[in-house]
């Protein structure tokens, strides 16, 4: 109430931040006054002007912090290179301040240009994918102070049609006077095409390079020049897997990207949300096929689901019968209740959960079920309920879990197949065990753990194979398209080509279908689409749909949302929901109303949740001879045409819940925008489970002004209402005995499904901030060893610097691991070691067999260092020499770079599979009251230090075993271990790797 009362008074903060930038507006006016009598030279003048002003207030700091990297990246002294390091950081700080407040005060005049340039380019044509149109845009009010909030580095949401497109120009044409990048990311290639060659007309004409990602090949020069660019318009698919690309290369002219300065992100929302919950990932062939164990279990869990289909059937049949009987109905309730944790999607049960008092029935025995699991066993009256099913669905958690009589089933021979040992347990034991010897101690760990691998391999097998036939839906959650199972994103309904479910789930969905189960893969390089984002300095975004997940914007990418007033105000009509019992009722008054409008002419956009709903009303409106398009993830290269059409007269388009986002759908001219109804009529067949994605949906009509409505008809049956809906708001239907196709509305309803949707959106929030914490892990770790990586692509002193502290790292351990159980001097094994150092890294070292040159760990150490120092020196100058002898000037620092990269990359790779394994099994230390959060992080920890301690040993052994030969001039060889990658020619002359060097495109998975 108060805070209405303020509302009226002050204004939302929106609009108080709306008349805070009104100055800055009028300025850029002024501004633009006086560039109208410049003439067109002057004017494409300006760009250059602006940027000696920038390198006049920077060239300065700029100057003197590359002098500083340069300095750094030839210091061979570490201390020294502490002291650059930090200077640099403090440089770079201040570096960054004087650019963005040469941006502040360019801001006015650079916008007023833009603007200027806007108009002097109307009428003019040009060429949009192929297609001829002519310049028709000159920024308005409203869409500078869109342009000012994205360069502010926020998200402007603004209403479809309201020209975002065309706003993007202001804040990157004054970005990209820096010259250090500005990055568009798109939610398809074709927005990427599109809009790189529509808005590159007005950027060309002010003297910026325009380059788009997806009219060039991967890791191809093409794709370097792109990135060059002052402006580069990509997907986020394509930024993040360059990245990891980026470091998988083994030169640096071989890296794409630059600096990562500025990003603007079209569609915010269905990219930092929406796709953030699946990881980019580059992987490759374990080197072993899965598909003969998800053959072999698929048949079982597939019968098993057939079995289970009857007992929820028997359920139903004797559930219906107890129902008729006022006694008996507690017991009917029980056997429905039953039915729904077997199969709840059960069309017979759905129609019965509609009669009457019956889903009321059902939520009752719930409630006492829920109350009874928390009573101590013996008091439990309800334990035996799930005893009758084979397995039972957590719709809303979206699990599913073996009953006894299923793991019964699935295992006769082997009853404690499902049963996992407690492998510390076992460990303790043999550990404990004083009668094994050393050997024979590890031997039993090896037969414990071997046996463990196998049971947990059948489990999750299963697992997974149960989750696919129970959980996942055809032309639902999937589609299958020339023998291959392709993911549907349930938000925006696009097919996901490349992408596959991780953790054996997209295998088990192939063994399910009876197509091809790939083998299983590796991961080599992964990374979300949040940690790739956090990377830019600046970030902003646009949407017509963020106000509702500004929260989440806030707390993971530190973006405040900014709601930017409409050009001409809103008229579209947003009608009251329309509630069916039954989705049979619900499809027919949808059709209904489709043939209404249809008779007066409206153009008519549908919008579904899934492809199965959307052929399901193709058919019907086909049966009564109404002329459509449908537009799902089985069409979605026809996606832009389709909706560009979907306003014309007569117009019916059926659309699976987003697609053609980025397009405007504009009214045909011979529309009748006068009558009562007018304009795009919009019809949602269900409220999906984000109120963000319904209010994608409305904003699809009333563009700039246009008439236009919106309605969206529900029933009982669909899965937010069935899910989520109220025991109170079933009961208030039982009690008004609603008829069959009669339609239900009302403020309660409503105001249930949006507390619905808000409960689900915190849900999904949740879930979507757990997965970033466990990457946030890996991303830590990630930045450590890529740091190391391009270390050693860029060479100098400062490679030579990070080798020798490998070395001298691996060396202490290697001395400190062996005498590990000596207590005191006498039993230092002195020979021992010399042998053992002796056969690792070719270190013979005299002085730690003496005594009294060494009496003490500590002398050992520094002795074995020393040694271990010269003998890399003396490995760098017979490099040297070998380089004179076949004109290779840096050949000591060529082959330093390739010996780091390949022992980098090999045991990276290695540490990224068993990530994947130690994240699919800690959620079972919830089961022992541990949170996997903690115990993943401090496991991946532990799992780090091993890695960097397996680093430095395999480095130093392959650096100080190195043989070098030349046995001809014309064929340069090098005896060292280098990737497999298939030969390329080289573009370096003095290379000594052509073939490790180049390495083939590599296509994400």
């Given at each position: 109430m108060i805070k209405n009362s303020l509302t009226k008074v002050f204004g939302t903060r929106f609009q108080r931040e709306v008349k805070r930038?009104?100055?800055?507006?009028?300025?850029?006016?002024?501004?633009?006054?006086?560039?109208?009598?410049?003439?067109?030279?002057?004017?494409?003048?300006?760009?250059?002007?602006?940027?000696?002003?920038?390198?006049?207030?920077?060239?300065?700091?700029?100057?003197?912090?590359?002098?500083?990297?340069?300095?750094?990246?030839?210091?061979?002294?570490?201390?020294?290179?502490?002291?650059?390091?930090?200077?640099?950081?403090s440089l770079e700080t201040t570096y960054k301040k004087q650019v963005a407040e040469g941006l502040t005060e360019l801001l006015p005049e650079a916008f007023a240009t833009v603007r200027e340039a806007c108009r002097r380019l109307l009428d003019t044509s040009l060429v949009v994918t192929g297609r001829e149109m002519t310049w028709d845009m000159v920024p308005y009010d409203v869409q500078l102070i869109g342009g000012i909030v994205l360069h502010q580095g926020k998200i402007a949401e603004m209403a479809t049609g309201e020209g975002k497109t065309l706003v993007a120009t202001l804040p990157i044409y004054l970005n990209a006077l820096t010259g250090r990048g500005v990055h568009l990311v798109t939610v398809n290639?074709?927005?990427?095409?599109?809009?790189?060659?529509?808005?590159?007309?007005?950027?060309?004409?002010?003297?910026?390079?325009?380059?788009?990602?997806?009219?060039?090949?991967p890791s191809s020069p093409e794709r370097r020049a792109a990135y060059l660019c002052d402006v580069t318009y990509g997907t986020n698919n394509e930024f993040g897997f360059d990245y990891l690309r980026d470091n998988m290369v083994y030169r640096t002219d071989q890296r794409v990207q630059r600096e990562y300065i500025y990003a603007?992100?079209?569609?915010?929302?269905?990219?930092?949300?929406?796709?953030?919950?699946?990881?980019?990932?580059?992987?490759?062939?374990?080197?072993?096929?899965?598909?003969?164990?998800?053959?072999?279990?698929?048949?079982?869990?597939?019968?098993?689901?057939?079995?289970?289909?009857?007992?929820?059937?028997?359920?139903?049949?004797?559930?219906?019968?107890?129902?008729a009987d006022e006694e008996t109905r507690q017991e009917a309730a029980l056997k429905l209740y039953q039915a729904q944790l077997g199969m709840p999607k059960n069309k017979r049960l759905l129609k019965k959960l509609n009669e009457t008092g019956v889903k009321q029935l059902v939520q009752k025995m719930e409630l006492e079920a829920i109350a009874d699991r928390k009573l101590p066993a013996r008091q439990q009256r309800m334990r035996d309920l799930e005893d009758i099913l084979y397995f039972v669905l957590d719709e809303k958690g979206h699990s599913v879990h073996l009953t006894d009589r299923g793991a019964e089933t699935?295992?006769?021979?082997?009853?404690?197949?499902?049963?996992?040992?407690?492998?510390?347990?076992?460990?303790?034991?043999?550990?404990?065990?004083?009668?094994l010897t050393p050997t024979e101690q590890r031997k039993a760990r090896q037969e414990i753990e071997a046996q463990y691998a196998v049971k947990s391999e059948k489990l999750h097998t299963i697992h997974k194979l149960l989750q696919a036939h129970a959980l996942y839906e055809k032309d639902v959650d999937y589609l299958v398209q020339e023998g291959q199972v392709v993911i549907v994103d349930e938000f925006t309904g696009r097919v996901m080509v490349g992408r596959r479910w991780a953790d054996g789930l997209h295998q088990a969905v192939e063994a399910k279908e009876s197509v091809q189960v790939k083998g299983e893969t590796q991961t080599l390089a992964t990374v979300t689409i949040q940690n790739y984002f956090r990377m830019y300095e600046k970030l902003a975004g646009m949407t017509g749909t963020a106000e509702t997940e500004e929260t989440e914007f806030y707390s993971i990418y530190g973006l405040d949302v900014m709601v930017i007033p409409t050009h001409r105000p809103v008229t579209r009509r947003d009608e009251s929901d329309r509630i069916y019992k039954t989705r049979r009722e619900k499809n027919n008054a949808i059709i209904d109303e489709v043939e209404r409008l249809h008779e007066q002419g409206l153009p008519i956009l549908i919008g579904t949740v899934n492809v199965d709903v959307s052929e399901t009303l193709s058919r019907q409106l086909k049966r009564r001879g109404i002329r459509h398009e449908v537009l799902n993830a089985k069409y979605h290269q026809r996606e832009a045409e389709i909706v560009a059409n979907a306003g014309q007269q007569n117009a019916v388009t059926i659309a699976t819940n987003m697609a053609g986002r980025g397009t405007d759908i504009k009214l045909g001219a011979d529309l009748d925008l006068t009558s009562e109804e007018a304009g795009l009529q919009i019809i949602g067949t269900e409220r999906h489970e984000s109120r963000r994605i319904d209010r994608q949906l409305r904003g699809r009509s009333g563009r700039q002004g246009d008439p236009g409505a919106t309605v969206f008809f529900l029933s009982l049956e669909d899965d937010l209402m069935r899910l989520f809906i109220s025991e109170r708001i079933a009961r208030w239907m039982d009690k008004s005995g609603v008829e069959e196709g009669e339609v239900i509305t009302g403020r309660l309803v409503t105001r249930s499904i949006e507390q619905a949707q808000k409960r689900v959106e915190l849900q999904n929030f949740q879930t979507r901030k757990r997965l970033l914490e466990y990457d946030d892990v890996m991303n830590q770790q990630r930045e450590v060893v890529y740091a190391l990586r391009l270390g050693a692509l860029e060479r100098g002193e400062e490679l030579k610097a990070e080798g020798r502290r490998m070395l001298q790292a691996a060396l202490e351990q290697s001395v400190l691991s062996y005498l590990s159980d000596a207590t005191r001097p006498e039993e230092y094994d002195r020979g021992g070691l010399q042998d053992a150092l002796t056969l690792q890294y070719l270190l013979p070292v005299d002085a730690i067999v003496d005594g009294d040159a060494t009496p003490e760990i500590e002398q050992m150490v520094d002795a074995v260092q020393d040694e271990g120092e010269a003998a890399f020196q003396r490995k760098l100058s017979y490099l040297t020499e070998f380089g004179e002898t076949v004109g290779a000037s840096d050949a000591d620092l060529q082959i330093l770079s390739q010996v780091m990269l390949?022992?980098?990359?090999?045991?990276?790779?290695?540490?990224?599979?068993?990530?994947?394994?130690?994240?699919?099994?800690?959620?079972?230390?919830?089961?022992?009251?541990?949170?996997?959060?903690?115990?993943?992080?401090?496991?991946?920890?532990?799992?780090?230090?091993?890695?960097?301690?397996?680093?430095?040993?395999?480095?130093?052994?392959?650096?100080?075993?190195?043989?070098?030969?030349?046995?001809?001039?014309?064929?340069?060889?090098?005896?060292?271990?280098?990737?497999?990658?298939p030969p390329a020619p080289s573009d370096a002359a003095d290379d000594l790797f052509p073939g490790a060097a180049r390495k083939a495109p590599i296509a994400p998975a």
């Amino acid at each position: 109430m108060i805070k209405n009362s303020l509302t009226k008074v002050f204004g939302t903060r929106f609009q108080r931040e709306v008349k805070r930038l009104q100055p800055v507006i009028a300025e850029i006016k002024r501004h633009e006054e006086r560039l109208a009598q410049v003439s067109e030279e002057e004017l494409t003048g300006q760009t250059a002007r602006f940027r000696a002003r920038l390198t006049e207030l920077t060239g300065e700091t700029l100057g003197e912090l590359e002098r500083v990297r340069a300095a750094k990246h030839d210091c061979p002294d570490p201390d020294e290179r502490d002291r650059l390091e930090q200077q640099a950081q403090s440089l770079e700080t201040t570096y960054k301040k004087q650019v963005a407040e040469g941006l502040t005060e360019l801001l006015p005049e650079a916008f007023a240009t833009v603007r200027e340039a806007c108009r002097r380019l109307l009428d003019t044509s040009l060429v949009v994918t192929g297609r001829e149109m002519t310049w028709d845009m000159v920024p308005y009010d409203v869409q500078l102070i869109g342009g000012i909030v994205l360069h502010q580095g926020k998200i402007a949401e603004m209403a479809t049609g309201e020209g975002k497109t065309l706003v993007a120009t202001l804040p990157i044409y004054l970005n990209a006077l820096t010259g250090r990048g500005v990055h568009l990311v798109t939610v398809n290639n074709y927005l990427a095409r599109r809009d790189s060659q529509w808005m590159g007309h007005l950027y060309t004409y002010l003297g910026l390079t325009v380059g788009c990602l997806d009219d060039t090949e991967p890791s191809s020069p093409e794709r370097r020049a792109a990135y060059l660019c002052d402006v580069t318009y990509g997907t986020n698919n394509e930024f993040g897997f360059d990245y990891l690309r980026d470091n998988m290369v083994y030169r640096t002219d071989q890296r794409v990207q630059r600096e990562y300065i500025y990003a603007i992100i079209d569609e915010v929302d269905s990219i930092l949300i929406d796709e953030a919950r699946t990881p980019l990932i580059i992987s490759g062939p374990v080197g072993h096929e899965e598909s003969e164990n998800f053959a072999v279990y698929n048949r079982q869990v597939a019968d098993l689901v057939r079995k289970q289909t009857a007992v929820v059937n028997t359920l139903l049949a004797e559930g219906e019968k107890l129902l008729a009987d006022e006694e008996t109905r507690q017991e009917a309730a029980l056997k429905l209740y039953q039915a729904q944790l077997g199969m709840p999607k059960n069309k017979r049960l759905l129609k019965k959960l509609n009669e009457t008092g019956v889903k009321q029935l059902v939520q009752k025995m719930e409630l006492e079920a829920i109350a009874d699991r928390k009573l101590p066993a013996r008091q439990q009256r309800m334990r035996d309920l799930e005893d009758i099913l084979y397995f039972v669905l957590d719709e809303k958690g979206h699990s599913v879990h073996l009953t006894d009589r299923g793991a019964e089933t699935l295992s006769p021979d082997d009853p404690a197949l499902f049963l996992v040992p407690d492998i510390s347990e076992a460990i303790h034991a043999i550990e404990a065990d004083s009668d094994l010897t050393p050997t024979e101690q590890r031997k039993a760990r090896q037969e414990i753990e071997a046996q463990y691998a196998v049971k947990s391999e059948k489990l999750h097998t299963i697992h997974k194979l149960l989750q696919a036939h129970a959980l996942y839906e055809k032309d639902v959650d999937y589609l299958v398209q020339e023998g291959q199972v392709v993911i549907v994103d349930e938000f925006t309904g696009r097919v996901m080509v490349g992408r596959r479910w991780a953790d054996g789930l997209h295998q088990a969905v192939e063994a399910k279908e009876s197509v091809q189960v790939k083998g299983e893969t590796q991961t080599l390089a992964t990374v979300t689409i949040q940690n790739y984002f956090r990377m830019y300095e600046k970030l902003a975004g646009m949407t017509g749909t963020a106000e509702t997940e500004e929260t989440e914007f806030y707390s993971i990418y530190g973006l405040d949302v900014m709601v930017i007033p409409t050009h001409r105000p809103v008229t579209r009509r947003d009608e009251s929901d329309r509630i069916y019992k039954t989705r049979r009722e619900k499809n027919n008054a949808i059709i209904d109303e489709v043939e209404r409008l249809h008779e007066q002419g409206l153009p008519i956009l549908i919008g579904t949740v899934n492809v199965d709903v959307s052929e399901t009303l193709s058919r019907q409106l086909k049966r009564r001879g109404i002329r459509h398009e449908v537009l799902n993830a089985k069409y979605h290269q026809r996606e832009a045409e389709i909706v560009a059409n979907a306003g014309q007269q007569n117009a019916v388009t059926i659309a699976t819940n987003m697609a053609g986002r980025g397009t405007d759908i504009k009214l045909g001219a011979d529309l009748d925008l006068t009558s009562e109804e007018a304009g795009l009529q919009i019809i949602g067949t269900e409220r999906h489970e984000s109120r963000r994605i319904d209010r994608q949906l409305r904003g699809r009509s009333g563009r700039q002004g246009d008439p236009g409505a919106t309605v969206f008809f529900l029933s009982l049956e669909d899965d937010l209402m069935r899910l989520f809906i109220s025991e109170r708001i079933a009961r208030w239907m039982d009690k008004s005995g609603v008829e069959e196709g009669e339609v239900i509305t009302g403020r309660l309803v409503t105001r249930s499904i949006e507390q619905a949707q808000k409960r689900v959106e915190l849900q999904n929030f949740q879930t979507r901030k757990r997965l970033l914490e466990y990457d946030d892990v890996m991303n830590q770790q990630r930045e450590v060893v890529y740091a190391l990586r391009l270390g050693a692509l860029e060479r100098g002193e400062e490679l030579k610097a990070e080798g020798r502290r490998m070395l001298q790292a691996a060396l202490e351990q290697s001395v400190l691991s062996y005498l590990s159980d000596a207590t005191r001097p006498e039993e230092y094994d002195r020979g021992g070691l010399q042998d053992a150092l002796t056969l690792q890294y070719l270190l013979p070292v005299d002085a730690i067999v003496d005594g009294d040159a060494t009496p003490e760990i500590e002398q050992m150490v520094d002795a074995v260092q020393d040694e271990g120092e010269a003998a890399f020196q003396r490995k760098l100058s017979y490099l040297t020499e070998f380089g004179e002898t076949v004109g290779a000037s840096d050949a000591d620092l060529q082959i330093l770079s390739q010996v780091m990269l390949s022992v980098l990359d090999e045991k990276w790779k290695d540490h990224l599979y068993d990530l994947d394994q130690l994240r699919n099994a800690i959620q079972y230390r919830a089961y022992g009251q541990r949170d996997p959060l903690i115990e993943y992080k401090r496991e991946a920890f532990e799992m780090f230090e091993d890695l960097m301690r397996d680093i430095h040993s395999t480095f130093t052994e392959r650096f100080l075993k190195i043989q070098v030969t030349a046995p001809h001039p014309a064929a340069r060889q090098v005896s060292i271990p280098t990737p497999a990658a298939p030969p390329a020619p080289s573009d370096a002359a003095d290379d000594l790797f052509p073939g490790a060097a180049r390495k083939a495109p590599i296509a994400p998975a």
